[in-house]
């Protein structure tokens, strides 16, 4: 269509100057590439369009970039450590206190004794060591200490690989037993006496510096945790 002609349409007038003129595109051909055996092949190439660059890292960047994220991994670690150690402490001292009442708020309940033990295997109590590895809580309802088939287990746990939990000597005395009768109290191995004794849980590391939550029982009843500073072993508690 020649520039200046009017196009009439049913709409109106359009005059096709006003259009944006298309340019084409230019292409040409180039020397390229010597072949293999010596001669040379055409290459088409776009005249006007600008050159293709690829983008990515050099391989001097990702060395600097891998250096850096070393250091500072290297220099966050340990307190990244002392955070997951200091978190499994405080979770497993949390589940015992926790054990611990519902063991006398069970007992009070059903009016029978409830038995908090050591346990290997989450079904019958073992008291071949005062490392405790995991523990059950049971109603005794022959009150002989050991679980029968027909007494069912409350509720049991297991501790993390990484922590050491171990009985004071009152707790040892009776056999890894914790036992809560009727009224709600907990007896030493004499019976009489109120039971005052400590489990502590401990991450055997020296961080966090505390390594060692203690979970006593005191007065037969009254729970608390203290944090303590263990040097980073984890040795037998004291009574509490």
């Known amino acids: 269509m020649l520039p200046g002609v009017n196009v009439c349409t049913h709409t109106g007038t359009l005059k096709s100057d006003t259009l944006a003129p ?82 006398r708020a069970e007992a009070i309940r059903s009016n029978r004794r409830v038995t908090l033990c050591r346990s290997a295997d989450g079904s019958a109590c073992d008291a071949t060591s005062s490392t405790w590895p995991g523990w059950i809580l049971f109603v005794d309802t022959n009150a002989d200490g050991v679980r029968a088939a027909a007494e069912p287990v409350i509720k049991s746990g297991v501790f993390d690989i990484a922590l050491v939990v171990k009985s ?33 849980v401990c991450v055997a590391a020296t961080q966090p510096a505390e390594n060692v939550r203690d979970v006593s029982l005191a007065s037969g009843s009254r729970t608390r945790v203290g944090r303590r500073n263990g040097g980073g072993a984890c040795g037998v508690p ?3």
């Open 168 to 200: 004071s000597a009152r707790i040892t005395a009776l056999t890894e037993r914790i036992n809560f009768r009727g009224d709600g109290l907990a007896r030493a191995a004499d019976n009489q006496t109120l039971l005052a004794g400590t489990l502590a």
């Open 22 to 103: 298309i340019h084409p595109v230019k292409t040409r051909l180039a020397r390229g590439p010597q072949g293999p055996g010596g001669g040379v092949s055409p290459q088409l190439q776009v005249i006007g369009m600008p050159p293709v660059r690829s983008h990515g890292f050099t391989l001097i960047e990702l060395m600097v970039t891998v250096a850096v994220a070393g250091i500072l991994l290297a220099l966050a670690g340990p307190g990244f450590r002392e955070a997951i150690h200091a978190n499994r402490l405080g979770s497993a001292a949390n589940e015992l206190v926790a054990a611990v009442q519902l063991a």
């Open 238 to 240: 004291a009574d509490s």
